[in-house]
């Protein structure tokens, strides 16, 4: 059985971005997606990055302004509505 997340809030969405890397369980917020497609979305993400020729830290986090560009978060229109 398929569970619907909840959407965050313009609010939180600005405050899970506001962080400068985010983990699976804040890429799922956003997305709000479950934990397997949050998993795929930060190894589609550090691919790209390791693509790069980035090094990224040990922990299992990725930047957060790559998850934005990823999923077209439109970050002025968050801060407006959110005010």
């Not at 799922?28 to 993400?45: D, H, Q, R, S, W």
Request: hydrophobic share 35%; net charge positive; with cysteine.
């Amino acid at each position: 059985m398929m569970t619907i997340k909840e959407k965050p809030t313009a609010s939180e969405i600005l405050k899970i971005i506001s962080q400068p890397w985010i983990g699976t369980k804040e890429i799922g917020k956003l997305a709000c997606v479950g934990l397997n497609k949050a998993i795929e979305i930060k190894k589609e993400i550090k691919k790209e990055l390791l693509d790069e020729g980035y090094k990224l830290p040990s922990g299992n986090v990725v930047p957060c302004d790559r998850v934005v560009k990823y999923l077209k978060i439109n970050v002025n229109y968050l801060k407006k509505i959110s005010e």
